[in-house]
């Protein structure tokens, strides 16, 4: 199935190429990556074809920086992205446990994806955010000084 | 002019080099992976280590620094033998052979390996790593490369040629950091016609020829310097073989013709050197039937006969745009004085495409000698209609193929086949050869000396090879021996001796003589050549580094 940008995704790109000369369109690939992800929910190989055709690279060059950041998905992910730092601070801070509450809660392993398809649950380096550590971000948004309780009403929350 | 100073000796070097460059062209050698002279320098390998002091600083960087992105300056100092600079080549080394599985008595790189050599060289005697070694698995790429990954260490030369040169991008680095791996995108192919330079270029042996996979040991192999005659760009190569087969071709560097590239047609393109088809003696055929063996003086008996009864002006003699310079010179002197015909013709394979890549074009002309022919046919020389319209007056021929894979138009085969008499000179069978009463066996490149010259005018020489097959004559010699059988007193004894003569006789090739010549050519009507120096820049790198 082709994939293509939906018209105002389409005047997204168009707005971010107009930040890069013309020549140099391979410039916008992080964020036309991060547009069509938004759209797809993944990188699909008909995204990463479609997003070389319009930034005159090739379908390699695009697969280079897919799996080159791992917050490009190759394969289909939950409606709800739950990211865990597991960096040093955070594990000093006891993450193990919000680890183990998540994993049982959810009934799924580390970069798994529950069978419903709203969760996918990922360990992650630092989060920028030690201070309140442990932390974990749910889609865009950060949530820190987790308890199992906490998290409990984080997740119950969610549609 | 730059002054810089190298492990305590001061030099002169050009301007504007890297000092990679800078040390091969006074002769030291600084190990590298990553960088290549034609390539963008990302520095990722740092193998190329140096102690540098910047012009005027009071002393040498803190950290060592990679040669590779140090561009030579006047006043800088440079050092490749300190302790500091052997450890941290040996530290880089210890880190690039983690993963590679040392599998050199099965690799095809083992003997020409910059990992191997340099390790050799310059590696630690012993390695701290005990963990298991990551196994990606071994890929067909394209028609022509196959990647072993588990011995790639990831230098990227080989993408950043898809990139710069090829300008085709089918390679990319997919995954980070240790799970790095050179491919390709799902589906998709390294086929360009530049494919087979990533194999030159890899410094280990992940990427390799299908080609040449597992046909040999690198240090049985022969070699001679030759010019690829599979179009008239006329890239300078290596021929390396064995056992009297061609096994590779490789390109030479030659900054004014190919640079360090040739492309896939003329790399793979020598199979037919090998075919156990090749015409190994003289064949005669009678009418009707199918041809027998004879030997030469058989064929000098019947030439002479057919000259007596034809006429000599009644022959066409037609020369072949495979020909050498050389044998194109004797033909054109045997037609003319020997013959005394105007019937002369050059038979050509036809024009192709041309294909332009961002840094390497292929010519369209497929025939690595037409300027050469025209130059010393003149421009009375029949070629393409006008030549089949000259046979078709002619009664007999003597005919020059060599030409792989020529396709002969209709009504050219009808003409050949109402000539009362026709001898062919051939490397293989042919159309012509289906045609001829006389089947000669002549010689290939690599079984040839001489000189071709490109679409730049440029003479260039090839090195023979290999001996004539069988009873096969160099082409010269055939002719010299049949003008002398027709009554001429011809008496050239090398084909240097008609290079010579060539250059003092047609004005075109005034100068072109094989001192001239030499390994790097001369382009006609450049005057004369300037003394021999020593090697600069790039050729300096490519005698240090390249094949």
């Known amino acids: 199935m082709a994939f293509e940008f939906t018209p105002d995704r389409w005047e997204r790109f168009q707005e971010i190429l107009s930040h890069y000369p013309p020549e140099r369109k391979q410039a916008a690939m992080l964020p036309t990556l991060h547009l069509a992800q938004e759209q797809n ?13 319009l930034l005159d690279v090739s379908p390699a060059q695009v697969l280079d920086v897919v799996t080159f950041y791992p917050m490009f998905f190759q394969e289909p992910v939950g409606k709800y992205i739950v990211r865990v730092c597991h960096t040093l601070p955070c594990a000093l801070c006891g993450c193990r446990k919000i680890i183990e509450h998540l994993t049982e809660k959810l009934g799924i392993g580390m970069e798994e994806t529950t069978p419903d398809g709203k969760f996918t649950l990922l360990g992650v380096e630092c989060l920028a955010a030690c201070n309140q550590g442990p932390v974990m971000m749910v889609n865009e948004e950060l949530y820190g000084n987790l308890t199992p309780e906490k998290v409990d009403e984080i997740l119950d929350g969610l549609e | 002019m730059a002054k810089i100073t190298i492990d305590g000796r001061e030099y002169e070097v050009s301007d504007g080099l890297s000092a990679v460059q800078a040390a091969a062209e006074v002769g030291v050698l600084i190990p590298h992976y990553c960088y290549h002279p034609a390539l963008p320098a990302p520095a990722n390998c740092r193998m190329c280590l140096i102690e540098l002091t910047p012009p005027g600083a009071p002393g040498p960087l803190r950290q060592l620094a990679t040669a590779c992105t140090t561009r030579v300056a006047d006043g800088m100092v440079i050092t490749t033998n300190s302790p500091r600079v052997k450890r941290g080549r ?32 310059f590696g630690p005697d012993r390695s701290k790593y005990q963990e298991a070694k990551r196994v990606p698995p071994r890929k067909t790429l394209g028609p022509y490369v196959e990647i072993f990954k588990t011995r790639c260490i990831v230098c990227t030369r080989c993408v950043r040629f898809t990139e710069e040169i090829s300008g085709t991008r089918e390679l990319c680095l997919v995954n980070r950091g240790v799970h790095d791996e050179i491919d390709i995108y799902p589906g998709r192919e390294l086929n360009n016609k ?32 030759s010019i690829c005659p599979r179009c008239s760009k006329g890239c300078n190569i290596t021929v390396e073989y064995r056992d009297g087969e061609v096994v590779r071709l490789r390109p030479r560097y030659n900054g004014e013709v190919n640079d360090f590239w040739m492309c896939d047609d003329g790399r793979f393109g020598y199979h037919y050197l090998n075919s156990p088809q090749r015409l190994r ?47 194109l010179y004797l033909i054109r002197r045997f037609a003319d004085e020997v013959l005394r015909t105007k019937r002369l013709g050059l038979l050509a394979a036809p024009i192709g495409q041309e294909e332009r890549f961002p840094k390497f074009v292929i010519e369209g002309d497929k025939n690595p000698n037409r300027t050469g022919a025209q130059l010393i046919l003149g421009e009375a020389v029949s070629t393409d209609d006008a030549l089949w319209e000259m046979l078709a007056e002619a009664k007999g021929a003597l005919i020059f193929g060599g030409i792989p894979e020529l396709s002969l138009p209709e009504r050219a085969r009808e003409i050949l086949a109402g000539l009362e008499f026709l001898a062919v000179v051939d490397i293989l069978p042919s159309e012509l050869t289906a045609l ?16 071709f010259t490109n679409s730049q005018r440029r003479v260039q020489a090839l090195e023979r090879a290999m001996e004539p097959l069988g009873n096969a004559l160099p082409e010269w010699q055939l002719l010299s021996y049949l003008a002398n059988v027709l009554g001429a007193d011809w008496s050239y004894s090398s084909v240097r001796q008609i290079t010579q003569e060539l250059a003092e006789t047609v004005s075109a090739f005034e100068g072109a003589t094989p001192e001239t010549i030499g390994k790097r050519g001369y382009v006609l009507g450049s005057g004369p050549k300037p003394p021999e120096t020593p090697l600069k820049g790039n050729d300096a790198y490519a005698a240090m580094f390249w094949p």
């Open chain 2, 90 to 121: 040996e530290m880089t080394l210890e880190f690039l052979l983690i993963h590679h599985p040392l599998d050199c008595p099965t690799c095809d790189e083992a003997g020409e390996c910059d990992l191997q050599d340099f390790t050799f060289l």
């Open chain 2, 194 to 225: 530049l494919s087979g330079n990533v194999v030159d270029l890899c410094p280990v042996g992940a990427l390799l020829s299908r080609d040449f996979l597992y046909r040999s040991r690198p240090w049985f192999l022969q070699k001679v310097n």
């Open chain 1, 41 to 53: 929910g993944y990188i699909s190989p008909e995204v990463m074809e479609y997003v070389a055709q």
């Open chain 2, 281 to 327: 003696r003289p064949m005669v055929r009678q009418e009707g039937e199918e041809p027998e063996p004879t030997v030469w003086p058989q064929f000098f008996d019947a030439m002479e006969r057919a000259v007596g009864e034809l006429g000599g002006e009644q022959f066409a003699v037609v020369a072949s745009a495979w020909n050498t310079n050389e044998e």
């Open chain 2, 436 to 451: 001829a009463e006389w089947i000669l066996p002549g010689t290939g490149f690599t079984e040839k000396e001489g000189c």
